[in-house]
């Protein structure tokens, strides 16, 4: 993966009316370390993150913040390295036994940090936990899973009621964590998430809610120690002050930025701002059942009225790549074949009379308040066609509400979202936005339902991918969504830290070393 630094300065574009502007750098306030101190600055890693862990319990968490801590202390069976490969993790390697069986073959002298063993047990406990309704985890990946039976010692089968292609990927992250059976038992839920015990490279020590999250290495780790002894993550959610914590030493990593705040850091020595290419993609997703986005040349129209360029070079300061459809270039089942809309406003136009919209109309853009700038840009494109977008913006809490909840129609007729595929599958970009009895799907048409049902259930890649290719095709022809980009994953640096992510973004901490 290929990494390479963000330009200090970005020239100012006016889209639509909308000027973008820098954020002005602000001051911040210390804070005060755990007890027992940060340790030796040589090997104490602090990183910020733009809010807190929901909770240290990985089987009861869906979030990537609380993901980034937990990563560190628990291990999952397969993993993603910085190359973006599926390699093994606390299992060594797997295959399929038929169609709906995977064995996995697991490692062996490997202990949680209590000392309790792992092994086959662990592992069945674990997915039996995590699948089991009481447990109420809104993990979803594992949907399929209906138990996972114990061969040997170190052998264990997953089961599935249907074919999962994927589930493989599926336990690299999300899915895939291993809990201590014996642990869990006597201390039960509550105390495991106060005090969470994995197999991980670091061990738990201190959580202050909304403030640090505070780790040691763990010196039997099976991968070898950690070079970091204490990990550090600070709940900054203002990027201008974490910033600001990084040129004066409280912090070396800061994650989360934005493109403007990015810029923040300017030609500050000693500290570099990072682009790493990343997965999630970003789309507005439209009500196609009722209105004028009933009309497929409608939809088509919009698409050609963007231009996707423009909005990456100057809102997004080139930290991000177009994608043709919702899926990423580097998830198996990405055509390059298929090409993206042409910004062509007079073919928009065009599309717009034939519809009967020459005098275009007016519809909602709703977005969460973070993506502000690039929604208001996207408004003023569109107004360039005639099609008046009137934005909605939403605090990130209730947008989020809004989208998983059951009323389809909660965000209006269009609404701007990105969705992490984390598998590097295509599967996953698509599994909750396309077939039409989905959560946020907003688009019934049997073809595209019948090419998801071929992609997710079958076993064999050929098979799969000329599903995915005909599914690229489909939503190009059928527009169902504005499709825009998919964005590079943004931290800031000290240049004493040695360190990369993968394509997923997330923030294990093992490999990482000071210098």
Not at 2 to 13: H, I, K, N, Q, S
Not at 158 to 165: A, I, M, Q, S
Not at 459 to 488: C, H, N, W
Request: charged share 25%; with cysteine.
């Amino acid at each position: 993966m290929t990494l390479r630094e963000l330009p200090t300065r970005r020239d100012l574009f006016k889209i639509g009316g909308l000027a973008a502007a820098a954020i002005s750098l602000g001051a911040c306030a210390s804070t005060s370390p755990p007890s027992g101190g940060q340790g030796d600055a040589a090997t104490a890693l602090r990183v910020s993150l733009a809010s807190d862990a929901t909770t240290l319990d990985p089987h009861k968490q869906g979030d990537l913040p609380s993901m980034n801590v937990l990563i560190n202390i628990f291990d999952t069976l397969t993993v993603r390295d910085t190359a973006d490969k599926l390699v093994g993790g606390l299992a060594e390697r797997w295959e399929s036994k038929g169609d709906k069986t995977w064995r996995f073959h697991l490692r062996k002298n490997v202990t949680f940090h209590n000392g309790e063993p792992f092994d086959a047990a662990a592992v069945a406990y674990s997915i039996e936990r995590l699948i089991d309704p009481a447990t109420q985890s809104p993990i979803v990946e594992l949907r399929l899973v209906t138990g996972a039976k114990v061969i040997d010692p170190y052998t264990v089968d997953l089961v599935t009621k249907e074919p999962d292609p994927i589930l493989p990927a599926k336990l690299s992250l999300f899915g895939g964590v291993i809990v201590p059976p014996k642990y869990l038992k006597e201390k039960g839920d509550k105390a495991f998430a106060e005090h969470p015990v994995g197999t991980g490279p670091f061990t738990f020590e201190q959580w202050q809610r909304d403030s640090q999250i505070t780790l040691k290495a763990n010196p039997g780790y099976w991968n070898g120690k950690p070079a970091i002894e204490r990990l550090t993550f600070k709940v900054m959610p203002d990027p201008s002050s974490s910033l600001a914590a990084l040129q004066s030493g409280e912090l070396d990593i800061v994650t989360g930025l934005t493109p403007d705040a990015a810029q923040q850091l300017g030609d500050a020595p000693g500290f570099k701002v990072v682009s790493s290419p990343g997965v999630r993609t970003y789309f507005v997703s439209l009500d196609t059942e009722e209105g004028p986005l009933k009309d497929k040349r409608v939809r088509q129209a919009l698409n050609h009225a963007l231009d996707v360029d423009t909005l990456i070079t100057s809102v997004l300061n080139g930290a991000a790549e177009r994608t043709p459809t919702l899926i990423p270039k580097q998830a198996f089942g990405f055509d390059a074949a298929v090409q993206p809309y042409k910004h062509d406003v007079a073919k928009a136009k065009s599309l717009l009379a034939e519809a009967g919209h020459a005098g275009g109309f007016t519809l909602k853009l709703s977005s969460s308040t973070i993506d502000k700038d690039i929604v208001q840009a996207i408004s003023g494109q569109l107004a360039a066609v005639g099609v008046k977008a009137e934005v909605s913006l939403l605090d990130p809490a209730t947008f989020k509400g809004r989208l998983v909840s059951d009323n389809r129609k909660a965000l209006g007729e269009m609404y701007f979202v990105g969705n992490s595929g984390w598998t590097m599958d295509a599967s996953s970009n698509l599994q909750s936005f396309v077939r039409h009895d989905r959560r946020q799907s907003r688009w019934n048409n049997p073809e595209a339902d019948e090419l998801i049902d071929k992609e997710e259930q079958s076993v064999d890649p050929d098979t799969r991918q000329k599903a995915f290719t005909a599914l690229q095709g489909l939503l190009i022809e059928e527009s169902p969504f504005l499709y825009l980009y998919q964005a590079g994953i943004l931290y800031a640096v000290s240049d004493r830290v040695q360190w990369k992510t993968n394509a997923n973004g997330t923030l294990a901490m093992a490999t990482a070393k000071l210098s």
